[in-house]
């Protein structure tokens, strides 16, 4: 299943997929974004994965954004095209059934901790920094980071970040609610395995649903945000994995989840 950009492992109910480009900083190519999304097609129907992990390889760098010796050499209608399937690839990871994890063992700079911001849950080695550096650049985070950074952390300290360009460590990261956990040195794929695993043992629909209903409510009144939330609930309470729950528990063991 793996590629030239990316190198797919496929665990029990997981998949850890490694940009596989430390060279270059794991920057994001058009070859990457490429087969990110023919990734994403892949996975979008298989019952059989639940939780995805997204990482770099080597520890200098989840991602650093894009890459601008590429970048450089395109043209102003490539740029925009090069854009739209950025944005294309990080909606295609948010709207995903499966939970994505970011595990992030190295600096997540502009368009990578925007792709760290539109998977569900992001986990930070020691040492790591995160930022969006854009306007230093010339130009603003454009796939996602305005939208994404201030429904995570709130918008006064998203426009601090986004404004002055600062990087934060993992550790202000933690407690700005930038990511949810910190690993210690040479803990951070032990940890984000664990994360997924914890994912992973619940019930497909149930995973897309609660995406759904978190996602799909952010934007709404409480009113409307809680008929969503039932309308997500309501399509759980059709499945076979819903009934399989109750049975399980009746049994005292754990349940056997199909996703149907």
Same mark, same amino acid.
């Given at each position: 299943?793996?590629?030239?950009?990316?190198?797919?492992?496929?665990?029990?109910?997981?998949?850890?997929?490694?940009?596989?480009?430390?060279?270059?900083?794991?920057?994001?190519?058009?070859?990457?974004?490429?087969?990110?999304?023919?990734?994403?097609?892949?996975?979008?129907?298989?019952?059989?994965?639940?939780?995805?992990?997204?990482?770099?390889?080597?520890?200098?760098?989840?991602?650093?954004?894009?890459?601008?010796?590429?970048?450089?050499?395109?043209?102003?209608?490539?740029?925009?095209?090069?854009?739209?399937?950025?944005?294309?690839?990080? #909606?295609? =990871?948010? !709207? *995903?059934?499966?939970?994505?994890?970011?595990?992030?063992?190295?600096? @997540?700079?502009? /368009? &990578? %901790?925007?792709?760290?911001?539109?998977?569900?849950?992001?986990?930070?080695?020691?040492?790591?920094?995160?930022?969006?550096?854009?306007?230093?650049?010339?130009?603003?985070?454009?796939?996602?980071?305005?939208?994404?950074?201030?429904?995570?952390?709130?918008?006064?300290?998203?426009?601090?970040?986004?404004?002055?360009? #600062?990087? =934060?460590? !993992? *550790?202000?990261?933690?407690?700005?609610?930038?990511?949810?956990?910190? @690993?210690?040195? /040479? &803990? %951070?794929?032990?940890?984000?395995?664990?994360?997924?695993?914890?994912?992973?043992?619940?019930?497909?629909?149930?995973?897309?649903?609660?995406?759904?209903?978190?996602?799909?409510?952010?934007?709404?009144?409480?009113?409307?945000?809680?008929?969503?939330?039932?309308?997500?609930?309501?399509?759980?309470?059709?499945?076979?994995?819903? =009934?399989? !729950?109750?049975?399980?528990?009746?049994?005292?063991?754990?349940?056997?989840?199909?996703?149907?």
């Amino acid at each position: 299943m793996s590629g030239r950009e990316w190198v797919v492992e496929r665990l029990e109910g997981i998949e850890v997929w490694t940009i596989d480009g430390e060279a270059r900083r794991n920057a994001l190519s058009r070859a990457m974004i490429a087969e990110l999304l023919v990734n994403l097609a892949r996975v979008r129907d298989d019952r059989a994965v639940r939780c995805v992990v997204i990482t770099g390889k080597g520890d200098k760098a989840f991602c650093a954004g894009a890459d601008l010796k590429e970048r450089a050499g395109m043209s102003a209608d490539e740029v925009h095209q090069f854009h739209r399937s950025l944005r294309d690839a990080f #909606r295609g =990871v948010e !709207a *995903a059934p499966q939970a994505f994890v970011a595990a992030l063992n190295g600096a @997540a700079l502009g /368009g &990578g %901790l925007e792709m760290a911001l539109a998977c569900d849950l992001r986990v930070a080695g020691e040492g790591v920094e995160m930022g969006l550096p854009e306007v230093g650049l010339g130009i603003i985070p454009g796939a996602g980071g305005t939208v994404r950074l201030p429904r995570a952390i709130g918008v006064a300290r998203a426009k601090e970040l986004i404004l002055t360009g #600062r990087r =934060v460590g !993992a *550790a202000e990261a933690l407690a700005m609610g930038l990511v949810s956990r910190v @690993a210690p040195a /040479g &803990g %951070l794929r032990d940890v984000a395995l664990e994360v997924a695993g914890l994912v992973a043992r619940n019930a497909p629909v149930s995973i897309r649903q609660a995406k759904r209903a978190v996602d799909g409510g952010l934007h709404l009144d409480l009113d409307a945000a809680l008929a969503h939330e039932n309308a997500m609930y309501q399509d759980c309470l059709r499945t076979k994995d819903r =009934v399989e !729950a109750l049975r399980a528990f009746a049994e005292k063991r754990k349940p056997i989840f199909t996703g149907e």
